[in-house]
């Protein structure tokens, strides 16, 4: 079996809801300016070796966490994707509302922008492994576990800032604080009907409130460029995004999923290229929940 040494930040399987005649549109600024392409799945929302562990000898457990804990994460979410969309309305299985949560969780968490905001805190914070991962940072004190059994992570030199960032971010993502916050949120999948040019997604799709816990909180990630994945904290919040047109909502998710990009913002086809040029680089960084950027209700 081949080690993977290309780890999709954007998951294959979520990148296909945006194909259109074989192939999606991928935009990205280059020196020379914003870029539109045409690309398959397979050849973009990915870094080579990003999730590595270059400290590990073994080429398998060197990729271990693209191999083992982010491909299981993905098979499983492909599965609750298509219960969503194919059985709207239905209640999932526990075991199902559990993968998704990890799902959503890691979409936060493995980007190569997170990536890097993990290095700033593990650097400032002269991040150790004891008194049972204290350095998870002070957000997440709470008992975290990896979204899979410990033995299917081994670290090599703990010391190793690719090893403590792994360890940190699968922290990050089976927290059980947010997890659970997630858990109690009023699911829906959200469809569009009355669309201009489609919803976009990003290399940071994921939109949060600042915070889970108040009445207004809600999480909403696009999976597909006509319907929304929308977790919300009550009724009324949930209504707030409900009661908006299609064409309203369209235009807003937008506008926060290009403004919270890093570097890639996914299409169906090329026509946004004058949308995602004036938007994305534009906006300033945040200092909102975990550094992300942070939207209110509608």
């Not at 999730?51 to 080429?59: A, F, H, K, R, V």
């Not at 009355?194 to 409130?209: E, Q």
């Not at 990630?221 to 319907?227: A, E, K, V």
Request: glycine share 6%.
């Amino acid at each position: 079996m081949s080690v993977p040494e290309r780890h999709h930040y954007l998951p294959e399987f979520y990148l296909k809801r945006w194909l259109k005649n074989g192939d999606l549109c991928e935009y990205r600024r280059r020196q020379n300016g914003l870029v539109a392409k045409p690309r398959s799945p397979r050849a973009t929302g990915f870094e080579w070796n990003l999730y590595s562990l270059p400290g590990e000898d073994d080429p398998a457990m060197r990729e271990q966490v693209e191999s083992r804990i982010m491909h299981g994460i993905d098979t499983r979410a492909a599965a609750v994707l298509r219960f969503m969309i194919d059985r709207p309305g239905i209640r999932l299985p526990q075991t199902y509302s559990d993968a998704w949560i990890l799902f959503v969780l890691s979409m936060i968490f493995r980007t190569p922008a997170r990536l890097r905001w993990l290095n700033e805190q593990i650097r400032t914070a002269d991040y150790t492994f004891d008194d049972e991962e204290r350095a998870t940072y002070a957000e997440l004190k709470s008992p975290a576990h990896p979204p899979t059994p410990e033995e299917y992570f081994v670290l090599g030199d703990p010391a190793e800032l690719s090893a403590a960032r792994m360890k940190l971010m699968l922290s990050m993502i089976g927290s059980r604080l947010i997890g659970q916050g997630l858990a109690i949120m009023v699911w829906e999948v959200h469809t569009l009907a009355t669309l201009n040019h489609g919803l976009l997604t990003s290399d940071d799709p994921v939109m949060t409130s600042n915070g889970l816990n108040s009445g207004d909180s809600f999480v909403i990630l696009p999976i597909g460029p006509r319907q929304l994945f929308i977790a919300a904290n009550s009724n009324r919040a949930m209504w707030s995004f409900r009661s908006q047109t299609d064409r309203a909502i369209e235009r807003a998710m937008n506008d926060a999923v290009v403004a919270q990009a890093d570097q890639l913002v996914i299409g169906e086809d090329c026509r946004q290229w004058l949308f995602v040029d004036r938007r994305l680089g534009q906006s300033k960084p945040s200092d909102g929940f975990l550094g992300r950027h942070t939207w209110k209700c509608p």
